[in-house]
């Protein structure tokens, strides 16, 4: 089977996520990274031209860049440029607050280049809840910038929340309305995300809504977020499978590689592209990578006849909720997470620190 | 549609990459990612730019029989998907 191949890993990661700055012009209440400031340990743009290089002679076929804030960097048009004329496709997130007309035209000129413009919400009110004031209004501007500079088909890219689970045909409305394509993603309990899940995150019946939803929108792109809603029956389109360590992870803006990009904390910590191996070394031998590619343990899925479709879930959702690796997902689909999650105990959760969020957070009612 | 006897090349805007399995392939235009199953079939795709027809180009690798149909089989899944194409 195929899915035992990539389980097994891979010589080079198929994509990885780079998170190129931890800087942020917003605090979003559910950010991965709990970007805020700029980490001035941060890759050089020496550096980050290095890391193209070697992810270039790796074959890695496109990155994901992240952040923060990617376009905060005012090196970042430039590392797209570099990454893109070896070879590598690049899809970026970006809030678009510094999108301006000079970037978009410049951004429309690359090939094998996506945009992705982050909005979690169709009205202002639901999206800035989540992304604060003026997020609405900004993403919106980016994406009339560019619709102007000729862009094409970009993406339009959606965290699923309460917030936004009920307006997903307004979001795919909106999103045609540009020639874009929408994009939804799974809320997970990292970084941020963590103090806000319990909040934010779906009921059970709309996690059944939308995985009808899915069902019928092939081409709605999903970066295969919510394969443990297989288990509901029907595969939904993607690989099906928790990639973190063997077909894709994460490179942070100061080098260091995690397994994937929702597990931001020491014990998903691979290595650094500063090591003497460099990336290569990281992925091809590192500790933790090797024992990703191990057949995992399903623990008390065992028994389950879904466990082929959904593989016990999500890594990092398991892990931030303080469920045992070997267990159901938190959001497991026939409810034996609801019971495991009923059995953690608060003060033992993975303290999540306090990353690089700005000292004073905003306060956003997130009901 | 393949036509064996025709010359093909792996389209400019795909990367391949050798896997154990066989080669992960992309398509950069399209965005999309392929599985080369077998080392054989990616030998083949690897020798199509060099050969007079995709026939010529299984014959170099002395395919025969049922492996050959299945990658004459494969060879047009690549044609459809755009990862190879007639020169």
New interface residues.
Partial sequence: M?AD?LR?G???P?CLTWEVTYACNLQCVHCLSSSGRRDPRELTTAEARAVIDELAEL?V??VNVGGGEPLIRRDFLDLVDHAVDR?I?VKFSTNGALLDDAAARRIAAL??T?VQISLDGATEADNDAVRGPGSYAAARRAMDRLADAGFGPFKLSVVVTKRSVGALDELEALAASYGAELRLTRLRPSGRGAATWRELRLAPAQQRDLYDWLRVRPHVLTGDSFFHLSAYGEALPGLNLCGAGRVVCLIDPLGDVYACPFVLHPDFLAGSVRDAGGFRAVWRSSELFTALREPQNPGACASCDAYDACGGGCMAAKFFTGLPLAGPDPECVLGHGEEALRGVDAAALPAAGPGHSRRSLPVIAVR | MLDLALPYALDDQVALRPEPFGALAYHHGSRRLLFLRSPALVAVVRGLAEAPSAAAALDAQGLAGRTRAAMELALAGLATAGVIHAR
């Fill in positions: 195929l191949e097994g891979l010589d080079a198929i074959q076929f496109y070879g496709g090939d094998y996506d």
